[in-house]
């Protein structure tokens, strides 16, 4: 007797010509999706490996990583020599050196230095938009899930909320800068002109003004455009488990929420782990939303320095890896002196996505080995 399953991958061959047709239809199709991705990821390794790694120990460009973002100065010396420094090290330079040695000077943007400030306002923007849509995607979950009476209003929810996953990312972009920048509450002292709405309190003013362009506006923003996927996958999570548990705990006296934070949360935990390595590298490869909301393109100044509250982190605005990368591939032309930049960016980007899914991943995989039923 044949193995059931070679058989259903495999079939009966009574057509052996159209059903090999078919197969090799669809794996030329599939190879050939791969064979892209593997080109276009290849590429970025092969250009942007050079940058990342070195053949001196500690065999890493620490500075490319840990140095701020600065101008390159290209110039040369009265001897003829060739020099590419930052405009730290240029000025130093031309302190000691006088500036009647710099001869044929060009200068690059964000070309110099490292991209310290990117790489840490891209962190701050994933974790701090994950962990809010965790909070109140899993929240939504559970309500549409254990709580809400299922009908035909509940399935119109579930439907524009799919629906929400689809929108662009440019549209989420103008939501956020028209929410979060200019018209969410604030408590303050001395509502500003451009408020829509100041309440008084006694003492102090609650003002709809917005948070401004913002680490906070631009996480929220972020937190709104990966709601969906958390939703929904949290959802799914929460009804693969088995209806017996619950049944179960309610039936020796625990109450409704009892039974869903000890029979169902920590069993449904691997699927809404799975649903944030997929929104992880959405939110940290996003554009358009903090482009309205977040970004700037210099900055001289990491996120914690020269603030006087650590609260006051949330209220500044960052440097992030995609806005980065853009500004360097649409403003800065390729030449041998913005390649160092443009090509290593790159490449510690796909290294971060990595990274956070990798994390992720082994996180969601400790949990599940946990849970057996």
């Known amino acids: 007797m044949k193995n059931p ?31 892209i991705a593997l080109l276009i990821f290849g ?53 000691e050196k006088g500036e009647s040695a710099v001869f044929n000077e060009q200068t690059f943007a964000y070309s110099g230095g490292g991209i310290a400030g990117p790489i840490v306002g891209t962190a701050l923007l994933t974790l701090l938009s994950v962990a809010l849509a965790l909070f109140f995607g899993v929240c939504a ?82 937190a709104c455009m990966i709601l969906p996927v958390i939703i929904t996958a949290s959802e799914e999570s929460l009804k693969a488990v088995p209806q017996g548990f619950r049944e179960a705990s309610l039936a020796i006296g625990a109450t409704r929420w009892h039974t869903i934070r000890k029979c169902v949360l920590p069993y449904a935990l691997p699927g809404i782990l799975t649903s944030s390595v997929l929104s992880l590298a959405r939110a940290a490869g996003e554009t358009a939303p903090i482009m309205f909301t977040a970004a700037v393109a210099a900055k001289d100044d990491l996120p914690w320095e ?43 980007f796909l290294l971060m996505i990595f990274l956070f899914s990798a994390v992720s991943v082994v996180l969601r995989n400790r949990v599940r080995s946990k849970l057996k039923w």
Request: glycine share 8%; hydrophobic share 50%.
């Open 5 to 35: 399953e070679q058989l259903i991958r495999r079939g009966v061959h009574r057509n052996g010509i159209a059903e090999g047709l078919v197969k090799s239809f669809l794996g030329g199709i599939t190879w050939a999706i791969i064979a």
């Open 141 to 222: 979950a559970i309500y549409l899930s254990e709580y809400a009476k299922q009908g035909r209003f509940i399935s119109w929810v579930r439907l524009a909320i799919l629906n929400l996953a689809g929108v662009p990312s440019i549209v989420f972009g103008l939501f956020g800068f028209a929410v979060f920048v200019l018209a969410a509450p604030i408590f303050t002292d001395t509502p500003s002109e451009r408020t829509l709405l100041a309440i008084p309190l006694g003492f102090t003013h609650i003002s709809f003004e917005g948070w401004g362009s913002s680490l906070i506006a631009g996480a929220a923003t972020l």
């Open 306 to 348: 020269g603030i006087k509250s650590p609260l006051a982190v949330f209220s500044g605005q960052v440097q992030a890896l995609p806005y980065h990368i853009y500004t360097l591939a649409a403003r800065i032309p390729t030449s041998e002196y913005t390649e160092r930049a443009q090509f290593g960016s790159v490449f510690v």
């Open 43 to 95: 590429r970025m390794i092969v250009d942007g490996a050079p940058v990342f790694f070195k053949k001196e120990a500690p065999f890493v460009d620490i500075a490319f990583l840990t140095h701020k973002t600065e101008t390159l100065h290209v110039f040369d010396d009265a001897e003829g020599n060739r020099h590419q420094l930052p405009a730290s090290e240029f000025h130093r330079w031309t302190a």
